[in-house]
């Protein structure tokens, strides 16, 4: 049985990288006594798979992991013997079973997520960008320099801003996600800054993910849903 975890990353458990919360959440599954499915063969591990690694020193209410499992119980249990195995700023929000015909992987379902970006005291952006943001999207196109290990190019990423608009003080974002188009926000942040003339301080960001999105509809024509309601609860 495939189940998929949503937990939290907050507090100073956002300075772990990805390699590092693997590790640390295959210790607590075992120290929970879950009945984690392992692979077969003469290295056995465990049948587990993240949804979209998150950044070091980035936190987020929305992270996901799939694994299998050998015996089934109910979602309420799992999450309450998980949780307390939980260091502060990680908690399991849900466990939920993934009917078999919304059992792809994870990583590949991931197509969007939403973020909160706010400016670290002193670093913000000139007065009066508040009122640009629309100006900013209402451009026929948002061209930057996407570096990659072997050269440089010109992309077009107004498409995958999904939205962009204002949070309190803080930019509220929905952008393309995944394996296909993914843009993190601190492009965007950069892409913003130059369109005002001006560029971000370095470590001016404080970036929150909020939620991550499946696509059940069409690449130009995006019908998104979170990861966790691909599931349901085991009773």
Known sequence: ???????????????????????????????AEIPVAYSEGYSPHMIMSFAAPLGVGITSDGEYFD????EEESSRELVRRLNAQMADGVTICSIRRIPEEKAANAMALVAAADYLVSFRQGKELPEGW??????????????IMKKTKKSEKEIDILPWIFDMHLEGESIFLKLSSGSVHNLKPELVLDAFAAYLNTQLQPFSLLVHRMEVYANQGEETAPSLITLENLGEDIE
């Open 67 to 70: 694994m299998e499992l050998t």
């Open 130 to 143: 508040q009122e640009r943001i629309t100006d900013f999207l209402s451009q026929d196109s948002i061209v």
């Open 1 to 31: 049985m495939k189940v998929r975890v949503k937990f939290t990353k907050n507090g100073p458990v956002k300075f772990i990288g990805h390699l590092d919360t693997l590790r640390y959440f295959q210790k607590a599954i075992r120290r």
